[in-house]
């Protein structure tokens, strides 16, 4: 069984720029979370996902930051325009169960 | 105040060793507590999770929960070179709503041969 994935595995942008993150959860994973950790700090949740509607996004830092999830399935999470404190590490998780998150290989975000 | 609390370490020990890790947490809501063991470069490996308190054993691991302390620990028993990695702790309330997970900051563990 796949695990989750995410693409670019790296992206340096300048700021004010716009950068486009996806994640493709475990095949049947209704649940899909999105975390971020800055450098030095812990992770921190971001947003959830149930099927195609967002469940809980306390954690979005501002509206640069837009998530969506296209019919239930992969998610995106747009950054724009992007500013230096957005550098970071962005992980997605999938879960069937609640309680069990996988997590993807993270995508790692550096802004210029 | 963080929710959560974790020495980063680094925790240096001899293979074969018993290594405890240790996180502290302040939101007396937490039910569920996780332990995620993340490789350089690489995205966090559940190792396992407990429910409210008590232990759980797997393998070479126990997962330990004192709600009376909020206090959780994890064992590694015969450790080895290849448990060198980050390992971080998490929880949630996971009621309907809240099932976000809030982690500590990760103990380096380095299990030299």
């Known amino acids: 069984e796949a695990g989750v994935t995410q693409f670019p595995s790296h992206s340096v942008i300048e700021k004010g720029q716009t950068v486009t993150l996806r994640c493709d959860p475990i095949?049947?994973?209704?649940?899909l979370y999105w975390y971020r950790r800055v450098m030095g700090k812990e992770i921190k949740f971001l947003l959830h996902?149930?099927?195609?509607?967002?469940?809980?996004e306390s954690g979005m830092p501002n509206n640069r930051f837009l998530a969506e999830r296209t019919g239930g399935t992969y998610s995106t999470l747009k950054v724009q325009p992007a500013e230096l404190e957005d550098s970071g590490v962005y992980f997605c998780?999938?879960?069937?169960?609640?309680?069990?998150?996988?997590f993807g290989p993270g995508t790692r975000l550096t802004v210029t | 105040q963080k929710e959560v609390e974790q020495d980063p370490g680094p925790l240096s020990v001899p293979e074969g060793a018993i290594v405890s890790l240790n996180c502290t947490y302040s939101?007396?809501?937490?039910?569920?507590f996780m332990w995620y063991r993340q490789y350089s470069r690489k995205g966090p490996e559940l190792l396992m999770y407990?429910?409210?308190?008590g232990n759980k054993e797997d393998g070479r691991f126990t997962a330990q929960v004192d709600k009376s302390s909020k206090y959780i620990s994890l064992f590694i028993r015969d450790s080895q070179p290849s448990d060198s990695a980050t390992y971080l702790c998490?929880?949630?309330?996971?009621?309907?709503?809240?099932?976000?997970?809030?982690f500590g900051t990760g103990t380096r563990l380095l299990v030299s041969p």
């Open positions: 095949s049947g994973h209704d649940n």
């Open positions: 998490a929880m949630s309330r996971m009621n309907t709503g809240f099932q976000k997970l809030v």
């Open positions: 996902f149930v099927k195609e509607s967002k469940q809980d």
């Open positions: 407990t429910y409210s308190s």
């Open positions: 939101n007396s809501a937490f039910q569920y």
């Open positions: 998780a999938s879960s069937q169960v609640e309680v069990a998150q996988y």
